[in-house]
């Protein structure tokens, strides 16, 4: 949104694509439309806030605005810029052609797989956030909250102020490494004063509170019916100290990783930060990858949370109108310099949260044997130890030979997890693992809509082979 | 670091071409050392494909060579040690219209006269040999013997059997110098340096830059297949589907998957590589697909990929000794490749190890034929 913005105002041509009903991405989602009163539910919620002054800002700023929009094919062009795909809810498919592209399609959740995840009443944090949210739904009527990171908190803060009950909250952090992270969060203290507050709104509701340990099992037949927990020490290990806990829905996550398949296809050069445990694309500090015409904001360049994406949002957009030469370089730099300042601080901010939310390492090495990893093809983590035993030396060889990341989700649910395993079992770094190629569709598209209507003799057939 | 290696035999290009002929001079007792630019092998034309094996597929003068590459990658098992998931369903060719019956009624004659049993068959056997035909066609044959093998897993079995036999394979690796004759061959591939007595070049739409490091003028062009496939699907194709047109070609695999293809051009060049899909010929294809079997407009496209795959301007294979050369082979631009890789690449080892080769190469295969002094007498397609 930000970017957008900032490229209207500043005379460029622009249009932003979503798939949303509404502009906000996650942080600043909208609830949806169909709940009458969705502002008594929102109150006085300051995302909510800031997410209907950014999209009002954007309704204002000129740019075309293109909801309810897939981006499923992209390519550079011969003579420059990009072509995109895209697909309508309701008018189909159409084409765009751009000189700049701006990426800033953000992150996807990152679970670690637990023996019983796949029984019904268990989702991820993001998507409990999006049902509270966009839906005003509570996960279940006692949800177990389990993970790291401010999402954990938020979500189980958002469970109890919606009226619903939370059974219990489990962090993998220490209360420790939330000390360390103190003096950073005292940078944005609004954010740090919420984060309290959502802290007050769990101790006021009795929620039992489990630091420094993890989900070892989830429990039930049919559907969750309650969670095992393990205690884990200072490094990240499991003690073996195991608890029940009952509960009928489970929302889990460890953290977030950045949707790179757009970036990737368009041959964005990508490295692996050791720090975060992540690919991020390359980029120069004003948000320009090594493809000319090619830039990425917010989250996508690694995960900073939301107000370093806003002011990186607004970064890429001077950038472009300077590489287009609609700023000269003075005014380039005065324009651009106060904003790379202001997103190194909220950046750290997000860091650090990034850090408190990314799983201890040894949880990937604790998963069961017989757990399923790879949730669409049904392998277990075994599957994949016998795989990289046998010789898969890399991401597309472990695909290739297991069917793990061919299905529906294109790895976005197993990729971390395969990545990490395969790393323990070949005995190399993930980075050497590499990544799996990124292809078109960038999403599950149905027939129906790539085809439309038409007639056989449209179809343009180049003349048969030779018999 | 330079390592001196010397081998036996030297091949260049790692798709199914590459990897049969260096199973086989490999099973003979040969050194053999084996050269890909991809991570793997079988990673460009070999699996952009929705791995067909149709006699209907095959232009009739291939079809003796089809039926015994059948027989092969059946048995893939026992001379591969490695199962390809071949899976003979049975296949159905579609002509849409009187233009379309009239090209299948001759073309299929002529590959049944090869020996292909191939009948045209009436619209109620077509719609009981697969319940979700649509009704909208003009004309089918059947071919019993038709089916297909899971094209994803060609380059997995060759690896195996190539490691279990000591191929060395150097995958990653192009080959940027070549030099040499009757005496031997110098190959320059990075920083390694190797020695053979003999070459093979396999290199498929890179044949052409191959062979013009030998002196050789042979005009290769870089087709760039663009396949795709949809998620798993409940079971609603029993057969292997194509057109009479030759732009479709549709199966349901064992996973439920439906893949789906039919030689449909992506961008991407020999620099490159396959780089990206062109959104109206895959509109085009999935519309072909659909319009041979409706109940596929429910499916949701999952993904689609790339292969590059050689062209020579007459469209018959190159397959012989490099002109001018008693210890260089070359095998490549076969059109039908995957279907007869197994085959072709088993002659050319027998051809190479001096021994009787299951089929004779016929002359047309002849390398020489597209040097340029001899071009003007190429039926050209």
Redesign the interface.
């Known amino acids: 949104m930000a970017a957008a913005t900032e490229a209207a105002s500043l005379g460029l041509r622009t249009a932003i694509a979503d798939m949303g009903e509404a502009p906000g991405g996650q942080v600043y989602r909208s609830p949806s439309p169909a709940l009458k009163p969705h502002r008594q539910a929102v109150g006085n919620d300051p995302d909510w806030i800031e997410g209907e002054r950014m999209r009002m800002a954007l309704s204002e700023s000129g740019a075309a605005i293109r909801l309810k929009t897939r981006v499923w094919?992209m390519?550079?062009r011969a003579e420059g810029g990009f072509r995109l795909?895209m697909h309508h809810d309701q008018e189909g498919?159409s084409?765009v052609t751009t000189t700049a592209l701006v990426l800033a399609n953000g992150c996807h959740e990152k679970l670690v797989p637990v023996a019983g995840w796949t029984k019904p009443g268990v989702m991820g944090l993001a998507a409990a956030t999006i049902a509270l949210k966009a839906g005003s739904l509570l996960p279940g009527d006692r949800t177990v909250v389990a993970g790291g990171g401010p999402l954990l908190w938020a979500v189980a803060a958002g469970i109890v102020k919606g009226g619903g009950k939370v059974a219990a909250l489990v962090d993998h952090s220490g209360f420790g490494d939330w000390l360390a992270a103190l003096p950073v969060m005292a940078t944005q203290s609004d954010l740090l004063i919420r984060g309290l507050a959502w802290h007050g709104t769990l101790l006021r509701a009795g929620v039992p509170i489990f630091r420094r340990h993890r989900l070892s099992k989830v429990l039930g037949g049919e559907r969750v019916e309650g969670v095992e927990i393990e205690g884990l020490d200072s490094k990240g290990f499991p003690t073996g100290a195991h608890r029940t806990l009952t509960g009928d829905a489970l929302a889990m996550g460890q953290g977030l990783v950045p949707s790179l398949s757009p970036a990737r296809l368009l041959?964005a050069e990508c490295r692996f930060s050791p720090e975060d445990d992540l690919w991020i694309p390359v980029s120069d500090g004003h948000t320009r990858t090594n493809q000319s015409g090619l830039y990425v904001a917010g989250d996508l360049g690694g995960v900073r949370g939301a107000r370093a994406a806003a002011l990186e949002g607004r970064l890429a957009a001077l950038t472009v109108a300077f590489d287009q030469g609609k700023l000269s370089k003075s005014q380039f730099e005065l324009m651009a310099e106060p904003l790379r300042r202001a997103h190194h601080r909220a950046a750290k901010f997000g860091a650090a949260m990034a850090r408190l939310m990314r799983p201890p390492p040894p949880l990937w090495g604790a998963i069961d044997q017989d757990t399923i990893v790879c949730r669409c093809e049904g392998l277990r983590r075994r599957e994949i130890d016998q795989a990289g035993s046998a010789?898969a030396g890399?991401m597309?060889?472990l695909k290739?030979?297991t069917?793990c990341g061919?299905?529906?989700c294109?790895g976005r649910l197993c990729g971390e997890a395969a990545s990490a395993l395969l790393s323990k079992v070949r005995g190399v770094g993930r980075e050497a693992l590499g990544s799996w190629?990124a292809?078109?569709?960038l999403m599950?598209?149905?027939?129906?809509d790539?085809?439309g209507e038409?007639d056989?003799a449209e179809?343009?057939?180049?003349p048969?082979?030779?018999? | 670091m330079i390592s001196q290696q010397q081998y036996d035999v030297a091949i260049v290009g790692g798709g199914i071409m590459g990897a049969t002929v260096a199973l086989h001079l490999a099973k003979a007792g040969q050194n053999v050392v084996l050269f890909e630019r991809r991570a793997g092998l079988c990673m460009e034309a070999s699996s952009a494909n929705t791995g067909a094996l149709m006699l209907q597929l095959i232009r009739a003068a291939f079809i003796p060579f089809a039926l015994r590459s059948l027989e092969l990658w059946e048995s893939a098992p026992q001379w591969l040690g490695y199962d390809m998931g071949f899976r003979r369903n049975g296949g159905l060719t579609l002509a849409f219209n009187e233009h379309e019956t009239e090209l299948l009624t001759d073309w299929m004659a002529a590959r049944r006269k090869a020996g292909a049993p191939i009948e045209i068959i009436d619209r109620d056997r077509a719609r009981a040999l697969e319940a979700n035909l649509t009704e909208d066609f003009h004309s089918a044959s059947y071919c019993p013997l038709d089916g297909y093998a899971d094209a994803k897993r060609c380059g997995e079995g060759y690896r195996r059997a190539l490691d279990t036999l000591s191929v060395h394979l150097r995958c990653e690796q192009s080959v940027q110098e070549m030099a040499g004759g009757d005496a031997g061959y110098r190959l320059q591939s990075g920083r390694d340096s190797i020695t053979a007595k003999r070459l093979v070049l396999t290199g498929g739409a890179w044949l052409g830059r191959l062979l013009a490091k030998l002196d050789c003028d042979i005009p290769v062009e870089c087709r760039v297949n663009q396949v795709a496939v949809t998620e798993r699907m409940d079971p609603i194709m029993d057969r292997s589907i194509c057109a009479a047109t030759g732009r479709l070609s549709l199966k349901q695999s064992k996973e439920g998957t439906v893949l789906i293809g039919g030689g449909w051009q992506g961008g991407g060049d020999l620099d490159r590589g396959g780089v990206e899909i062109i959104p109206e010929h895959l509109t085009a294809n999935l519309r072909l697909a659909c319009h041979a079997v409706p109940t596929l407009r429910k499916a949701r496209l999952l993904r689609s990929w790339l292969g590059l795959e050689a062209k020579v301007m007459d469209y018959m294979p190159i397959m012989g000794s490099v002109p001018g050369h008693n210890n260089a082979w070359v095998l490549g631009a076969v059109h039908a490749g995957y279907t007869l890789g197994p085959i072709l690449g088993k002659i050319l080892a027998q051809v190479i190890l001096d021994e009787e080769p299951d089929l004779a190469i016929p002359d047309n295969f002849n390398p020489a034929r597209l040097l340029p002094e001899n071009r003007s007498r190429l039926e050209v397609w």
């Open positions: 094919s390519a550079r795909s498919l084409q041959g010789g890399d597309n060889q290739s030979w069917r061919m299905g529906p294109q190629t292809r078109e569709p599950p598209l149905p027939l129906a790539l085809v038409f056989y179809i343009p057939q180049p048969p082979a030779p018999a």
